[in-house]
C-alpha cells in the first residue's frame, strides 16, 4: 500500500462517496489498489508467466508480427528477468497489479520498444488461464509422483509385515485378525485412486488457452498449435469464452487434492492410535514426535495430527473456489483472481501432508507382539469356527454362527481365549465338534485361511507385494 499508484485517474468524486472511503485517510483510489493488486500471490507464477511470453513471442515472430531482432530481444529481456526473480532483485510493485504487468513492465524498461510489442494478440485473461493452468498441471503432476513415493513406503512396511498379524477391526471393535501388510497395502489401493484422479486431472486440463485472447480471439493470424505445443499443452481449446473463463481444471485438481488429505488424515488417525499406549502397536522416533512442556512421559504424534487437521484447509481452498466460481457469467469476471491463494494454499499443504505421512511410514517401528496379542483378544476368530462348522459339518451358516456365539459366551463366562477351551466344553454346544477344529482357530490359522482374491492371506499380501514393486519400479523409469 506505500507504493502509490497513478491511480489518480481513477479517484474521482464517485469514489470518494464509497461508504468505506471515509475510514481511509489515503482515499478510494489506496483502497482499490489494494482490493485489486495480487502481485503478492500471483508472483509464484513468474516462470509459466515468462515460458507463456516465450512462447507467445517466438510464435508472433513465426508469422511475421515481430521481427528476429525484435523477438531475441524479448528473449534476452525474459532472460534477464528471469535471472532477477531468481536473485530477489526484481522490482515488484503492488501499482502494477499482478505478475503479468510487473514482468511486461519490466520488459519495457529493461528493451523498450520491441517489450511494448509483446502483448500483441494476447489478453491478461487467456495469459492468466494459461500461467494458471501450467502451475496447476505441474502441481497435480508433482502431487502423483509424492503419492507414489507414499505408496512406495508403505509396500516396503508390508513386504517386512506380510506375516505380521494383527486385530481387524469394524467399529473399532476387534472383527477378525488380518496382517499388517494387507492394511498397509488396503492404503496402497486408496492412494492408487487418488493418484489416478491426479492424472485423469491433468490429462483433462491439458489444452492451452493462449490466444483465446481477452474473450473472443483475435484478428491477428496466430499459431495457436504452435503455442500449444511450446507449452507442452496436447492442442490448444477450441472456445475462446471457455478458455479465459474455465477453472473447472482447478476445481479438479483441489478436489483431488481433498480427498488425498482424507485418504492421508485416514492413516494419520490409524498412526496416532497405533502410537497410543493403549494400542501400543507402534512407536515413532523422536525425529516424528514431539515431547510434552509439562509431562516429560509423554511422546506425541503431532505430525499426524497435523496431518489429519489439515483436510480443514485443503478443503477450505476447494471450497473457497467451488464458491468463487459458482454463478460467474461468462468470460473472464475479475473474481476468479481469487482462484490463486485459495489453490496454492491447497497444494502447499497437500506437499506438506505427503512428506509427512512418507516420512512417518518409514519412520514407525511396529510391534509385532503387541499386534498378535490384540489380534487374539475379542474373540476375532469366531467366524472361524462358525466357518468350520459349516465347512465340516456341513451346518447352515445361519446355525452355525448360533453355536459359535454360544461357545464364545462360555468362553467369556470363563474369562477363556477361544482356543483354551476343552473339547467337552465345545461339544457342550454342539455334540459334532472334534479335535480337528483347534487347528483352526489360532490367529495365524486364520490369517492364513483368508486367501480369497483380496483377502488377507500373507501369502497373498506377499503376490500383492510384488506386483505393487514392478508397477512402482515402472514408474520410477
Ligand atoms: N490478475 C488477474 C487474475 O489473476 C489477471 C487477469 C486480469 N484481467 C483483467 N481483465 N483485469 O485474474
Known sequence: MSEKHDASENNDDAGKNQIWGGRFQDGPSAIMEAINASIDVDKRLWREDIAGSLAHSTMLARIGVLSADEVAKIHDGLGQIAAEIEAGTFPFSTALEDIHMNIEARLIALIGAPGERLHTARSRNDQVATDFRLWVRSAANGAAEAISALQNALVQLAAKHAGTVMPGYTH?????????GHHCLAYVEMLERDRGRFLDAAARMNECPLGAAALAGTS???????????????????NSLDSVSARDFALEATGTASLTAVTCSRLAEEIVLWTSPHFGFAALSDAFSTGSSIMPQKRNPDAAELARAMVGRINAGHQTLLVVMKGLPLAYSKDMQEDKAATFAVFDALELVLAAMTGMIKDLTINADAMREAAGNGYSTATDLADWLVRVLGLPFRRAHHVS?????????????LDALTLEEMQSVEPQITN???????????VASRTSYGGAAPKNVLAQVDRWLATLKGRDQ
Open 172 to 180: 473399532l471393535q476387534t472383527a477378525q485378525p488380518v496382517t499388517f
Open 436 to 446: 480337528d477344529v483347534f487347528n483352526f482357530l489360532s490367529v495365524d490359522a486364520s
Open 405 to 417: 456365539g454360544a461357545i464364545v459366551a462360555i468362553a467369556e463366562e470363563k474369562n477363556l481365549a
Open 220 to 238: 491477428f493470424p496466430i499459431d495457436r498449435e504452435m503455442t500449444a505445443h511450446a507449452l507442452g499443452f496436447d492442442r490448444p481449446t477450441a
